[in-house]
């Protein structure tokens, strides 16, 4: 069984900062891309920003400059660090990771997520 946990979220006010962090445990052979996305309250699940395996990283455009996404291979782990945060990133924030099993089984994991919320 695979698992992503995330940490990190909480209250901030704006212009502030949080770190998010998302371990991935279980039978994991090999972990490709690993990314963010959030979900407001009432709106669609959005793209926030994606690492791969050889560090090349990409962001949504209202996230470029403010947020930086890294990872740990050792750790299994990804972070996404927001600075100058904004009223209208408050969301829950979700990892998934693109994980690598065994030779048969690949698929995209998701956590649980982790609500942030960003107060004006």
């Known amino acids: 069984q695979v698992q992503l946990v995330e940490s990190g979220g909480g209250l901030v006010q704006s212009g502030g900062s949080l770190r998010l962090s998302c371990a991935a445990s279980g039978s994991i052979f090999s972990i490709n891309t690993m990314g963010w996305f959030r979900q407001a309250l009432g709106k669609q699940r959005e793209f926030v920003a994606r690492i791969t395996s050889g560090g090349n990283t990409y962001y949504v455009d209202s996230a470029k400059g403010r947020f930086t996404i890294s990872r740990d291979n050792a750790k299994n782990t990804v972070y996404l660090q927001m600075n100058s945060l904004k009223p209208e990133d408050t969301a829950v924030y979700y990892c998934?990771?693109?994980?690598?099993?065994?030779?048969?089984?690949?698929?995209?994991?998701w956590g649980q997520g982790t609500q942030v919320t960003v107060s004006s």
């Open positions: 998934n990771a693109d994980i690598r099993v065994d030779f048969y089984v690949q698929r995209v994991y």
